[in-house]
């Protein structure tokens, strides 16, 4: 499942992916697997890209789950 979230932050701020890793201390490919949904980050993984993005985890993760979860029920 995409975080598309995430993502749009990150392009609506021009930030590459590897900028928005160095800024939370991860690789360039780790977080492009947590934007694309093929990892999970962990709980402090998850803050950080919360707290870089001021927004909070519900709406990265549980609001990703919802419409996923809406669109299989469909």
Same mark, same amino acid.
């Given at each position: 499942m995409? =975080?598309k *979230? *995430? $993502?749009?932050? =990150?392009t %609506?701020?021009?930030? #590459?992916? !590897?900028e928005?890793? $160095? /800024? *939370?201390g *991860? %690789?360039r490919?780790?977080?492009t697997?947590?934007e694309n !949904?093929? =990892?999970d980050?962990s709980?402090r993984?998850? =803050?950080k890209? /919360?707290?870089?993005?001021e927004i #909070?985890?519900?709406e990265?993760f549980l609001? #990703?789950?919802? /419409?996923t979860?809406?669109?299989?029920?469909?």
């Amino acid at each position: 499942m995409e =975080r598309k *979230i *995430i $993502k749009d932050k =990150r392009t %609506s701020l021009s930030l #590459s992916h !590897g900028e928005v890793a $160095k /800024a *939370i201390g *991860i %690789s360039r490919s780790f977080y492009t697997q947590i934007e694309n !949904g093929t =990892r999970d980050p962990s709980f402090r993984v998850a =803050r950080k890209i /919360a707290s870089f993005y001021e927004i #909070s985890l519900d709406e990265i993760f549980l609001k #990703s789950n919802v /419409a996923t979860d809406n669109m299989s029920l469909a």
